[in-house]
């Protein structure tokens, strides 16, 4: 089982990756460089970089780091995935598929960009370990309150899960104290719809493609 | 009895190798988002930074 799990995940994964990778060149990258031109003079916003760390060079480098990077990420979506996939029949069909890819979705994307929008380099934001601790918060919640709701068939429990859903929003998310920016209004939002748009190609797309090889795999276990 | 007391075996010990491989797979799955969208080493940050962004990690 271990073998099926981590096979499925890393091949879907990988190809995932590579298609969103392809995507983010043409939408959300040169969001982000256009950003960063504004973030040179908002120093005073308090978004530094350590120029003295290691970063790499503009261009296919840079690319070349991101794609690692989303690998690295969609890997470990799909890993989520696919254990949710594992609570389903040995034969995985599409159907429980996209429902899982919904739910990693929802609790990945839709649950934290309700408290924490998402930021372009140069915009202002609250203390970083306050809403990273936010984030994952809020994904656990989403993610146990889900299994609660979808995957126990006993009342109380599914009512529990509604409200472990709602509760780091209740709770609320850290705000910056200011809500001025250098970074215009008509480009944050632009890429706030942008990548919400790619998270859900992505959940889309390994929603598709964990269940072929989930299946695929299932032949080839010792 | 035999049959269905190494069945009811069989079944458990497919059950925990089941759980045992979920929490393996998402063990494996939070050490790496943790690497890519929180850690707070500056290479790895600049290194994932267009990642971090657009799958809407709390990054800056």
Not at chain 1, 84 to 92: M, N, R, T, W, Y
Not at chain 1, 126 to 154: K, S
């Amino acid at each position: 089982m271990m073998y099926r799990l981590f096979a499925t995940a890393m091949a879907a994964g990988v190809l995932v990756a590579v298609l969103v990778s392809m995507v983010e060149v043409y939408t959300t990258t040169p969001l982000i460089l256009e950003a960063e031109g504004y973030e040179v003079s908002t120093v005073i916003i308090g978004h530094v970089h350590d120029h003295s760390a290691w970063s790499p060079e503009n261009g296919w480098e840079r690319f070349g780091y991101t794609v690692v990077a989303n690998v690295v990420t969609t890997i470990s979506f799909a890993l989520f995935l696919v254990v949710g996939l594992s609570f389903g029949p040995k034969q995985a069909d599409r159907r429980t598929g996209f429902l899982m890819a919904i739910a990693g979705f929802a609790a990945f994307t839709l649950a934290p960009t309700m408290g924490l929008p998402p930021e372009l380099p140069g915009m202002p934001t609250a203390d970083l370990h306050a809403r990273q601790m936010w984030w994952l918060a809020t994904v656990l919640c989403t993610l146990g309150g889900l299994y609660c709701l979808f995957l126990t068939d006993i009342e109380p429990v599914k009512i529990l899960g509604i409200l472990i859903v709602l509760a780091p929003h209740i709770w609320g998310a850290p705000h910056p104290l200011t809500q001025a920016s250098e970074v215009p209004a008509t480009l944050a939002a632009h890429f706030a719809a942008s990548s919400i748009v790619i998270s859900a190609i992505l959940w889309g797309l390994l929603g598709y493609f964990a269940p072929l090889f989930y299946n695929y795999f299932k032949g080839k276990e010792a | 009895m035999n049959t269905q007391t190494s069945s009811i075996a069989k079944t458990s010990s497919n059950l925990s190798e089941m759980i045992k491989a979920r929490l393996v797979a998402l063990a494996f799955a939070g050490a790496m988002l943790f690497t890519v969208g929180f850690a707070q080493s500056a290479p790895l940050h600049n290194a994932a930074h267009d990642t971090r962004h657009v799958e809407v990690f709390p990054c800056h």
